[in-house]
């Protein structure tokens, strides 16, 4: 199974015929069938404003109406189930280490609450907690978790379920967008959205590193003051140089990124791909999502 794939559990028989990837700039969407059918709905600006820790959706009008302009038009008696999937910067996506993990299910998520606790900037006791067990040699194991609180998850899924449809499946754009990424090597991916940078470090499909923050802009001089860093860390605790930097999201200034950061760290720099064209910074996810569902199913 794929990296992606064993994050999200996306062997689901069969996968929904709608999926959907919300942004501030609108809602990416995809007709699953023999040949998926791409979309974009552009969201008025302000309609919604990314946030950990506050209410995304400020426009619930805007959001609907747009919901529905997407989903092709009238609201449907038969429910329909489908997959959503929600910026970065709306949860808290971390690897934790453990030297051992327990192997029920109850006792994992209360010692992933209890490791995460004092490290998020809401209640965890009342958010949307997801993990994955990924094992790490000599009974180790990296866990990825994700964990975003619940009023901001159910204001995301509202207007679909006022459509008809519910949200069965639902996961972060850089998680899915993990299906994109190849399954070799020492590789970071660095997703920009509007001014919001995800940074992901994947050593031989392990997810090993996650970082997600809001920048001052979405200028290269400010995506270089943390990609440095990042890749100091990398070093130090993984013990190896990373191979390969993998962009997403920086549009017109994909060229000038690769050049840039290929000079400034001295590795191979290159944009992330997809088979249905170019990942950007509103549906690198779903692209994602596409590719392990032609992959699993």
């Given at each position: ?124 006791d009342s958010a949307a907690v997801s993990y994955f067990p990924q094992p790490a040699g000599n009974k180790k194991f990296d866990v990825v978790v994700v964990l975003a609180p619940l009023e901001i998850v159910a204001r995301y899924e509202a207007p679909f379920r006022a459509a008809g449809m ?132």
């Amino acid at each position: 199974m794929s990296l992606a794939g064993r994050f999200l559990g996306l062997l689901k028989d069969p996968p929904p015929a709608l999926a959907f990837e919300i942004s501030e700039a609108g809602i990416a969407v995809a007709r699953l069938g023999a040949h998926a059918e791409l979309g974009f709905r552009a969201l008025k600006p302000g309609t919604i404003v990314v946030s950990p820790i506050k209410d995304n959706v400020v426009d619930t009008g805007e959001l609907a109406e747009t919901v529905r302009a997407a989903a092709g038009g009238a609201v449907s008696r038969k429910r329909r189930d489908v997959a959503l999937i929600l910026p970065d910067y709306c949860a808290r996506t971390a690897v934790l280490d453990f030297d051992s993990f327990p192997s029920d299910p109850k006792e994992q998520l209360s010692l992933v609450r209890f490791r995460v606790k004092r490290s998020v900037p809401f209640d965890v006791d009342s958010a949307a907690v997801s993990y994955f067990p990924q094992p790490a040699g000599n009974k180790k194991f990296d866990v990825v978790v994700v964990l975003a609180p619940l009023e901001i998850v159910a204001r995301y899924e509202a207007p679909f379920r006022a459509a008809g449809m519910t949200p069965g499946f639902v996961t972060t754009s850089s998680i899915a967008a993990l299906e994109l990424v190849p399954e070799a090597g020492l590789g970071v991916v660095a997703k920009l959205s509007g001014r919001v940078l995800t940074v992901l470090v994947i050593e031989k499909s392990v997810l090993k590193l996650v970082r997600c923050l809001e920048l001052p802009s979405a200028e290269l001089a400010d995506v270089s003051g943390y990609l440095f860093p990042t890749f100091v860390y990398v070093e130090d605790n993984l013990g190896a140089r990373a191979e390969k930097l993998m962009l997403c999201g920086f549009g017109s200034e994909t060229d000038a990124a690769r050049r840039r950061f290929q000079d400034e760290l001295g590795i191979a720099v290159e944009p992330l791909a997809s088979p249905h064209g170019p990942p950007g910074e509103n549906n690198a996810g779903l692209l994602g999502y596409l590719r392990s569902i032609a992959r699993n199913n």
